[in-house]
Every structure is written in C-alpha cells, then in structure tokens.
C-alpha cells in the first residue's frame, strides 16, 4: 500500500501529468484555508501555466486545464466561493475544469454547474484508513473478553461537531454513560467549550438539545476520558496495538463522524476503526451514510438492531433513537454481550478482510473509472480546453492503484 504521502503524485504522475492537468491542493492536511492552496509542485507546472496563459490569451472564453483537490475536508460553497474570490480564479486561464471531492451533496452539483467545471469523486478516506491501518492487518485476533457494552470517542463537540454534546447528554440522561467508554471533554482546547456552543447564536443544536445538554453536563465534575483529555486533530487516524485492546473491551462502537448536520454522502477514516477492531458500530452521522458504506461492499448489523436511523432526517430525533438502540442492548448481561459477539463473528471477520482485502480494488476502480468520465464530459463542453487522454492505459493505472 503506498503512503498518503505520495498519493497524489502516484495520481500525477500516472493520470493528470499524461493528461497535462493542473493540480492545486490544499497543505497543510485538512485545510481550506485559500491562503493554504497551492500547485502540487511549482517547479513542475511553471512551464505548463506559462502554456496555459497563452492559450487562453488566443482562446479567452476556454476553460484551462486547472484542477483542485478538495477531497480531505467536506465541501462547502462559502467556503469554496472565498477561495475562487482570493485566487482571482474567475480569470478565464486559471479557472479549472475539474473540483476533486470526496463526497456526493447537491452543494457539489451546484457549484459545478453555476461554475461550469466537471466534479471528480472518490472515496478519499479509503485510501486514508488503509495508509493509517495498514499495520493492523498483520496483529493476531485478540481474545478479548467483551466486559463492556460500547464505546465512544467525542473529543471535537462544537460548530458542526455540536451534535455529539446532545448525544452524551442523552446517553447520561438514559444512565447509559455508567461502566462504559466515553469520552467528552469539558476543557476549551481552543475551538470552544461547550457552554460557548450552548450560548452561540448560530449553533445547530436545537433548543430542546441545548436544554438535555445543559441539565446533563452541567452536572459533571469533569470530563470523560478514555484515552487522553486534550484532543487533536490527527487522533481520529490514531491507533496502536494497546488503543486496539482498549477498545477490543467494549462490543459496540459508536462512530460520530465528521458530517452529521448536512446532506452529504461523506465517511472519514473513523468509520473504519471498528472494522479494524473486528467490532459493530453504530453510525452516528448524515442520512444516508449506513447505506453508503455498504454500497461499498461492507455489512452492517440490522440482524441485531434497528437501523432505521439512517432514514431520518431530524437531526434529534435521529440522535434519540441511536441511543435507543444503546438502551435496549443495556438489558443484556455480559455473558449475553459475549454471546452475540460469537454470533457476529463472522460478519466481522468478513468487513475485516473485505477492508484488507478487495475494498482497496473498488475504490481504485471508481477512482480512474470517475476521472475518466469526468474527461469525458469536460470535454463534451464548448467551452473546455479539450484534454487528450489518449496515452493513458487506465487499466494499467487500476492495476497500480490496486497493488
């Protein structure tokens, strides 16, 4: 598996440099910051922009063969419309004909029509969690004894990660945090503290969520912790051997994602840590996002639970009945947790080797099959610089994406 390090050259060098294709991307990881954007090499494209500028200085209504990479973060047009307005990249020569993203949202759609440009998905946080986990393939199965019934890691819970505060305050509310994993930490750690989200004008939380978490953790006299207090960004592509046993204790693991509040199909890294651990989870994120996931080959769990929540569109009503799964699985005993762990197995040593084993062939394939199509219909357009993909062997590209 090559490293995250080198992917987008891998994809340079084998897709967009044949193509003669412009990338821009965003360093350093998960910004969005315009100021942040720049070309994936400058050495690299100097003479290409040069062309590019004179071509459309003949051609001024043509689009140029510019590409951007908005894969890492979700995408939002305030924040894109920012960074088209600080790059001056209305200019004809360097507006691009391709956004790469790593999800399916209308926003998308519309930004690509009203800007005239082609989107290019795939699953960015794929190729993410098999670069992160890719030790953990070769660990023996460990015989943990199930001791507890779930865990769940909350570190970020402002602004869009708001979401997570009303899910621990219904689960202390229901006394389903007692003898679990939990985490929730009451500290500002520099994006806020909880109070200033339950204060914040603008916040997503409901007033009926803000009164649930007021009333509920208000009420502890510290924060939850399960492996370490202070949060950070690079925690959620975190694991080693020992945070593996950690978690191996619990049977269910709640995974709350990046997205919750918004209609994207978008799944990170996070959703991939159960299936590391050969565990259930439940997926605390958008609508949609279960069914999502196993479009991509892997099962989910509707033979022990309800998995409806993945229908519902109200954001706390979708949270109250995730818990209420928690609460009905809180009946059983431990032996009875071991039991339906044994009787999950199978499933689980089926995500685990479908993740390690032909996952990594699906979302290669989708990647070149997309970037293909995308050519396509950028150059279909009257408009587009036409692009020339005639001397790439996309099979091939497949089969290095793949190794």
């Not at 090499?41 to 051609?59: A, G, L, P, T």
């Not at 995500?351 to 989708?366: Q, V």
């Amino acid at each position: 598996m090559f490293s995250l390090e080198n992917f987008y050259y891998i994809l340079y060098s084998n897709l967009l440099k044949p193509a003669n294709i412009n990338p821009y991307l965003f360093r350093p990881f998960g910004s969005t910051a315009s100021e942040d954007l720049e070309p994936l090499n400058s050495n690299i494209f100097s003479e290409h922009d040069k062309k590019i500028r004179y071509f459309n200085h003949v051609n001024p209504r043509l689009i140029g063969n510019n590409l951007i990479f908005w894969d890492q973060e979700p995408f939002f047009e305030k924040s894109f419309n920012q960074v088209v307005v600080d790059r001056d990249w209305l200019t004809s020569y360097k507006r691009f004909g391709m956004i790469v993203v790593s999800e399916h949202s209308d926003v998308v759609d519309k930004v690509c029509k009203d800007m005239i440009t082609n989107k290019w998905y795939y699953f960015f946080h794929g190729f993410a969690a098999l670069d992160w986990y890719r030790d953990y393939q070769y660990f023996p199965e460990l015989e943990t004894h199930i001791s507890k019934l779930f865990i769940s890691f909350n570190r970020l819970v402002t602004k869009d990660r708001s979401y997570r505060l009303n899910l621990v305050a219904n689960l202390l509310e229901r006394d389903l945090v007692k003898n679990n994993s939990v985490s929730l930490s009451l500290n500002d750690h520099g994006w806020g503290s909880w109070k200033d989200e339950l204060q914040d004008p603008d916040s997503k939380l409901s007033p009926q969520a803000k009164k649930i978490i007021f009333d509920q953790i208000e009420n502890l006299s510290d924060s939850l912790i399960v492996d370490q207090e202070s949060p950070q960004g690079s925690l959620s592509a975190y694991m080693d051997y020992e945070l593996i046993k950690l978690q191996q204790q619990s049977l269910w693991h709640l995974v709350t994602e990046t997205v919750f509040y918004y209609d994207k199909l978008h799944l990170t890294e996070k959703i991939f840590k159960p299936i590391v651990c050969r565990r259930p989870f439940i997926l605390v994120g958008a609508p949609g996002n279960l069914a999502y996931l196993k479009s991509y080959g892997f099962k989910t769990f509707d033979h022990w639970i309800d998995e409806s929540y993945d229908l519902e569109l109200d954001h706390d009503r979708r949270i109250s009945m995730i818990v209420g799964q928690i609460e009905n699985l809180s009946k059983l005993s431990i032996a009875q947790l071991n039991s339906m762990y044994q009787e999950m197995k199978p499933v689980l040593e089926y995500n685990f080797n479908h993740l390690y084993g032909s996952f990594k062939k699906i979302i290669a394939d989708e990647l070149v099959n997309n970037f293909e199509s995308a050519i396509a219909v950028h150059n279909h357009s009257s408009m587009a610089n036409k692009i020339d993909v005639s001397n790439i062997n996309f099979q091939q590209v497949k089969t290095i994406l793949s190794k």
